[in-house]
């Protein structure tokens, strides 16, 4: 999408999300491939099944299931929800491998809702873009919630719908403690409120499901996360370190390459890197085609997941012309 010189000539990125970040944190020269619009192909089936999954709880949850509700009214609702899975697994069209099956998602839905047939909480809303400024600095945050919520009596919550492809434990549940991705969140709905949100809820569903005994006692999870003041303020500062950082390479130009193998040829929970090939070329990266390896194309268009369903948009005026807050 962009050439070696577009992007240097482009100047570095002036939003950043969590992608952006771990890609650069994990890998230098990842961050670069990515920047520059190189992606999969053929997009990994765990990938579609994570967005399939979350397409389906924003028709589920909008409009929101009552007691009220006959049986005719659900079974449509249902149905509404199912279409809307399907017709992201049909436009990713993905090789179907392992527990990442349209048949198994379906099945974990239906365990879904035996399991959470009524809520405690009210939906306000699914799948939100936002973007917010870091005070201080030209720079913005942004990506885009599964949802958020209104949890009486405790007040508002995020959604994070997670589908994993491991049984769920508790020691599954506390990696979620230490999530730059959750932390990022909280953050903003905290500077977007100007006050203190109750949590994130984390709402896991494990792809794992038993053929013979049916849905396990832990194939599901929610796990409240909450940050303090102190844990938003020192996300922040790692956040500016981390532009920094981004900036420097945008200034040498090397891109340095990551010492950990297990980033470029995976490990247990992470995929081989896309870029791998790239990186073992014996050529200058900036001078190769990405395109010309196995597996690899160029991104249909920007990386841009904080304008999703419109996005909510906090501009500082005085940092970006024609910005409005909504």
């Known amino acids: 999408?962009?050439?070696?010189?577009?992007?240097?000539?482009?100047?570095?990125?002036?939003?950043?999300?969590?992608?952006?970040?771990?890609?650069?944190?994990?890998?230098?020269?990842?961050?670069?491939?990515?920047?520059?619009?190189?992606?999969?192909?053929?997009?990994?089936?765990?990938?579609?099944?994570?967005?399939?999954?979350?397409?389906?709880?924003?028709?589920?949850?909008?409009?929101?299931?009552?007691?009220?509700?006959?049986?005719?009214?659900?079974?449509?609702?249902?149905?509404?929800?199912?279409?809307?899975?399907?017709?992201?697994?049909?436009?990713?069209?993905?090789?179907?491998?392992?527990?990442?099956?349209?048949?198994?998602?379906?099945?974990?839905?239906?365990?879904?809702?035996?399991?959470?047939?009524?809520?405690?909480?009210?939906?306000?809303?699914?799948?939100?873009?936002?973007?917010?400024?870091?005070?201080?600095?030209?720079?913005?945050?942004?990506?885009?919630?599964?949802?958020?919520?209104?949890w009486k009596p405790y007040g508002l919550a995020l959604l994070e719908n997670k589908a994993l492809g491991v049984y769920l434990t508790d020691k599954v549940a506390a990696q979620f403690a230490h999530s730059g991705q959750i932390t990022q969140y909280i953050w903003y709905l905290t500077k977007l409120l100007g006050k203190e949100i109750f949590c994130a809820l984390i709402n896991m569903a494990s792809k794992r499901i038993a053929k013979?005994?049916?849905?396990?006692?832990?194939?599901?999870?929610?796990?409240?996360?909450?940050?303090?003041?102190?844990?938003?303020?020192?996300?922040?500062?790692?956040?500016?370190?981390?532009?920094?950082?981004?900036?420097?390479e945008w200034e040498r130009w090397k891109w340095p390459r990551t010492t950990n193998s297990i980033e470029c040829v995976g490990g247990i929970g992470k995929s081989p890197c896309l870029f791998r090939p790239l990186c073992l070329a014996e050529a200058p990266f900036y001078e190769l085609d990405p395109t010309s390896y196995e597996g690899i194309v160029w991104r249909k268009g920007p990386w841009a997941p904080w304008k999703r369903s419109g996005g909510c948009v906090i501009s500082d005026k005085n940092k970006r012309k024609g910005g409005e807050e909504k």
């Open 1 to 150: 999408m962009f050439t070696d010189k577009e992007l240097r000539e482009g100047g570095p990125p002036q939003t950043y999300d969590w992608t952006m970040r771990s890609n650069f944190r994990s890998c230098g020269r990842k961050l670069y491939w990515f920047l520059r619009g190189a992606d999969y192909a053929s997009i990994p089936a765990y990938f579609t099944f994570g967005k399939a999954w979350q397409a389906i709880l924003d028709k589920w949850y909008v409009p929101q299931v009552t007691v009220d509700w006959s049986p005719s009214q659900i079974k449509e609702h249902i149905a509404r929800a199912i279409e809307n899975g399907r017709k992201v697994w049909q436009e990713d069209a993905p090789v179907e491998f392992g527990v990442n099956t349209w048949d198994n998602l379906i099945l974990l839905f239906q365990w879904y809702r035996a399991n959470h047939p009524i809520e405690s909480w009210r939906v306000v809303a699914m799948e939100q873009g936002w973007e917010y400024p870091l005070a201080g600095t030209p720079y913005f945050l942004g990506g885009s919630l599964d949802g958020y919520l209104e």
């Open 212 to 248: 013979t005994k049916g849905c396990s006692e832990n194939q599901f999870m929610r796990s409240p996360e909450q940050r303090s003041a102190w844990q938003l303020e020192q996300f922040e500062e790692e956040v500016l370190v981390d532009i920094s950082d981004v900036e420097r």
